[in-house]
């Protein structure tokens, strides 16, 4: 499943703390031009109209997209997750041994990381958190990086 599929199966709620999370990110300015382009394109609005929009009608407006760009899904993916998921990130990360600050990890682990690591750091995860985050965190994971978390694919695909 693509960023693009996940961002269609988030709830209005999780979609609109995606949203915030991607707008208050200080390093996303090129992703967020793009997505005031989509805004502006989508309503056809002027895209100074949509600039000089208030933050939280740009939330509402980006929240309420039914799909846009692999890359802008993934960027309000991984925002959401940083913001709002970190302790779920961080315990993931510990449990595989994977070096990290606060869930964002810090160097590339080896890739592929094997099915020996992830099965049962994936079932500690699905002990201590919501299913449906934890899925969410797998979905995104492997959207973002396939090749890394290619032994989450038949976890994920067994819920």
Known sequence: MDATQ????????KRTLAAEAFWADEDGADQQI??????ARQHR????????????????YLAGLPSMPEALAGRLLVSYHLAHQRPMLGAFLD????????????????????ADRVAPAAAALR???????VELYFGTLLSQD???WAAL???????
């Open 127 to 133: 002990g201590s958190f919501p299913p449906e985050d």
């Open 45 to 60: 609005f002027r895209l100074k109209f949509v600039q000089a929009l208030p933050r939280a009608k740009k939330v509402r």
């Open 95 to 114: 449990a595989l041994g994977i070096a990290h600050e606060d869930g964002l990890i810090t160097s590339d682990p080896e890739a592929p990381i094997g």
């Open 146 to 148: 396939p090749d890394t």
């Open 34 to 39: 793009e997505a005031m382009a989509l805004i």
């Open 153 to 159: 694919a038949p976890l994920a695909a067994a819920r």
């Open 6 to 13: 996940l961002w269609k199966q988030l709830t209005p709620d």
